[in-house]
């Protein structure tokens, strides 16, 4: 099993600095960068994630927490790619360690991924709904961002009922990243459900921001006001 020692050299090998000031610019400033192109890191990484083929939940989880300990922000997406990889090895008690990550160096490019390819699973498999209840209501914008998220993946598997009533639950947030994960959570259900989707936002057109709106209704025709 490569150390993190190894992975840092492997990235540091293919890193292009002078990718790194865009990189960081496009996160607004919000994470350094070793300058590393995704298909690059995908490649170099892949001895790093491969050692963790027969690891046991424990291990993987605690190898994404070290790799959150990392300054450089690609160091946190092969967590992301570690966790995705063997999110079938995580017990129901992980989740908690999951909702750690998605509160450190919290922003959308690892939120996000969390939500919809660790969390949604693990909630499918360990029937964790509930917890995503009390996730929504969340003062942390990023643990609610993550509950209106979870099903992102699940198509004509959505709960539609839990994803509706999330997104009436939040929909008077004024925080840009709630309200776009409302729209974001919504179009993805219409594209299986899209009746279903225009009943809702016409039957909460008054609570739903603009922007949830729009977002939800853009691939279906019609546009919010």
């Known amino acids: 099993m490569l150390t993190m020692t190894d992975l840092r050299a492997a990235l540091t090998l293919v890193a292009e600095p ?28 892949r001895p790093f994630l491969a050692g963790f083929k027969k690891a046991p939940g424990d291990k993987v989880i605690a190898a994404a927490r070290s790799l959150w300990q990392q300054p450089e922000r ?13 999110v079938k090895t995580l017990a129901a008690d992980h989740i908690e360690d999951v909702r750690t990550l998605v509160q450190t160096l919290s922003w959308w490019d690892t939120v996000d991924l969390l939500a919809s390819r660790i969390v949604g699973p693990m909630v499918r ?32 598997n959505t709960d539609a009922e839990r994803l509706f009533r999330y997104c009436a639950a ?4 004024r925080d840009f990243f709630i309200r776009k994960a409302i729209g974001w959570a919504l179009r993805e259900y219409g594209k299986v459900a899209p009746e279903r989707v225009v009943a809702f936002v016409s039957a909460h057109e008054a609570e739903l921001s603009g922007l949830s709106r729009r977002e939800a209704l853009k691939h279906l025709g019609r546009r919010g006001p």
């Open 18 to 45: 002078d990718r790194a000031p865009k990189m960081a610019a496009y996160m607004k400033g919000h994470f350094p960068f070793l300058g590393v192109p995704s298909p690059a890191r995908k490649k170099a990484q």
């Open 74 to 86: 690609e160091f946190q997406y092969v967590g992301v790619d570690l966790l995705r990889r063997y």
């Open 125 to 156: 498999a360990h029937r964790l709904e509930s917890l995503m209840d009390a996730w929504v209501d969340d003062d942390d914008m990023w643990v609610s961002r993550t509950a209106i998220l979870h099903q992102l993946s699940f198509g004509a």
């Open 170 to 173: 939040r929909a008077d947030h």
